[in-house]
C-alpha cells in the first residue's frame, strides 16, 4: 500500500542545461533512488521541470508543484537543497505554506538545520559577489582591460571556424546516415531518424533526428 507520495521538483539554471538534459538526469537518478530507498510504499506521483536561476523568487513552476503537492497531500522532493533555493526567505516561505518538502541528499534534516544550510549558502553567494567586485576594481585600478580588444576580429574566425566544424560533423553524420541505410535497407526518412535515434546518434547541437533533419542531411552540398 503507498503511503508515501511524491512530487519530484528538479530544477537547472540554463535554458541550454535544459535541453541537453545536463544536470536533470543526476537529478532524477537522486530523487527516484530516493524513492526507491523508501520501499515499495512510496512513488513519485508527478514530476516537474523548471528552467530558471535560483537567484529568483518568482518560479512558477515551483509554484504549481507546491498547489499540487496542497491539493493531493503529497511531499515536494528535490535532489538537492539549492535545488530550492539558496534564499533563506524564500524558503521559510516554503515552510510556511506547510507543505512539506525533503531534500534527498539530507532528508532528516530538519526545519533548524534548513535554516541553518541555507542561510549559509545565502552568504557565501552574497562574499563570492563581493569578492568577485573587489578583484574586478583593483584590477581596472592596475590598469587591466577586461574582454577582447580585438573583438572585431575574433568574431569572424570564431564564425568560421565553427562552420567548419559544422561541416565536418555534418559530412560524418552524412556518412554514418549512409551506411545505416545501406545495412538496414531503409529509405523512409522517419524510419532513418528512428534508427539513428536507437543508435545514440545525435545531431550537431545534441539531439534527436526528426524526418526533417534526416532530409536536410542528404541535400547535396
Given at each position: 500500500?503507498?503511503?508515501?507520495?511524491?512530487?519530484?521538483?528538479?530544477r537547472?539554471?540554463?535554458?541550454?542545461?535544459g535541453e541537453?538534459?545536463?544536470?536533470?538526469?543526476?537529478?532524477?537518478?537522486a530523487?527516484?533512488?530516493?524513492?526507491?530507498?523508501?520501499?515499495?510504499?512510496?512513488?513519485?506521483?508527478?514530476?516537474?521541470?523548471?528552467?530558471e536561476?535560483?537567484?529568483?523568487?518568482?518560479?512558477?513552476?515551483?509554484?504549481?508543484?507546491?498547489?499540487?503537492?496542497?491539493?493531493?497531500?503529497?511531499?515536494?522532493?528535490?535532489?538537492?537543497l539549492?535545488r530550492l533555493?539558496?534564499?533563506?526567505?524564500f524558503?521559510?516561505?516554503?515552510?510556511?505554506?506547510?507543505?512539506?518538502?525533503?531534500?534527498?541528499?539530507?532528508?532528516?534534516?530538519?526545519?533548524?538545520?534548513?535554516?541553518?544550510l541555507?542561510?549559509?549558502?545565502?552568504?557565501?553567494?552574497?562574499?563570492?559577489?563581493?569578492r568577485?567586485?573587489?578583484?574586478?576594481?583593483?584590477?581596472?585600478?592596475?590598469g587591466?582591460?577586461?574582454?577582447?580588444?580585438?573583438?572585431?576580429?575574433?568574431?569572424?574566425?570564431?564564425?568560421?571556424?565553427?562552420?567548419?566544424?559544422?561541416?565536418?560533423?555534418?559530412?560524418?553524420?552524412?556518412?554514418?546516415?549512409?551506411?545505416?541505410?545501406?545495412?538496414?535497407?531503409?529509405?523512409?526518412?522517419?524510419?532513418?531518424a528512428?534508427?539513428?535515434?536507437?543508435?545514440?546518434i545525435?545531431?550537431?547541437?545534441g539531439?534527436?533526428?526528426t524526418?526533417?533533419q534526416?532530409?536536410?542531411?542528404l541535400?547535396?552540398?
Open positions: 500500500m503507498i503511503t508515501k507520495r511524491y512530487i519530484s521538483y528538479l537547472v539554471s540554463t535554458t541550454r542545461q541537453s538534459g545536463l544536470g536533470l538526469e543526476a537529478q532524477r537518478a530523487v527516484t533512488n530516493f524513492v526507491c530507498s523508501m520501499g515499495p510504499e512510496a512513488e513519485i506521483v508527478r514530476e516537474f521541470v523548471e528552467v536561476s535560483g537567484k529568483r523568487s518568482d518560479r512558477p513552476v515551483l509554484a504549481e508543484a507546491v498547489r499540487e503537492c496542497k491539493a493531493k497531500g503529497c511531499i515536494l522532493l528535490v535532489a538537492k539549492d533555493s539558496r534564499n533563506l526567505h524558503v521559510t516561505a516554503l515552510q510556511n505554506s506547510k507543505v512539506d518538502f525533503v531534500a534527498a541528499d539530507n532528508p532528516h534534516a530538519t526545519p533548524f538545520l534548513i535554516h541553518i541555507v542561510a549559509v549558502a545565502e552568504h557565501e553567494r552574497t562574499m563570492i559577489s563581493v568577485t567586485k573587489a578583484a574586478l576594481e583593483a584590477a581596472r585600478k592596475r587591466v582591460t577586461f574582454g577582447n580588444p580585438q573583438y572585431r576580429d575574433a568574431i569572424p574566425k570564431a564564425n568560421k571556424a565553427w562552420k567548419k566544424l559544422a561541416a565536418d560533423r555534418n559530412t560524418e553524420l552524412r556518412r554514418t546516415v549512409t551506411e545505416v541505410m545501406e545495412k538496414t535497407g531503409l529509405t523512409k526518412l522517419a524510419e532513418i528512428n534508427a539513428l535515434n536507437l543508435r545514440g545525435k545531431t550537431n547541437r539531439c534527436q533526428f524526418p526533417t534526416v532530409h536536410r542531411l541535400q547535396p552540398t
